[in-house]
C-alpha cells in the first residue's frame, strides 16, 4: 500500500499495525498467527478533497486483491501549519 500511496502522489500518512479485530470470518488476533492477519496494517491519510479520486485509486488497486476496508470521513486540522 505505501508504493501505491506514493505513486498516487500521496506524501504524508501513518501506517499503524492492527492487532486484531472481528469480521465476516469472526474473530481473529495477531498474537501468534502465521497467515496474512499478521501483517495487517491501517493506513491513516489526510488530504485535500481535491486529491480523494487519486487516493481511491490506489487504495482499491491494493484492496481489491486483499482484504481491506476503505473509509472516508471529513475532518479539521487544528495545525494547518504542518501540513
Do not use: K, N
Request: with cysteine; glycine share 10%; charged share 20%.
Amino acid at each position: 500500500m505505501r508504493d501505491a500511496l506514493t505513486d498516487a502522489g500521496m506524501t504524508g500518512y501513518t501506517i499503524l499495525p492492527v492487532l486484531g479485530g472481528s469480521g465476516r470470518s469472526g474473530d481473529w488476533s495477531r498474537s501468534g498467527q502465521m497467515s496474512p492477519a499478521s501483517g495487517m496494517v491501517q493506513f491513516v491519510c489526510i488530504i485535500r478533497e481535491d486529491r480523494l479520486d487519486a487516493l481511491l485509486d490506489a487504495a482499491f488497486a491494493v484492496v481489491e486483491r486483499h482484504i481491506g476496508v476503505v473509509t472516508i470521513t471529513d475532518c479539521q486540522v487544528l495545525r494547518a501549519e504542518r501540513f
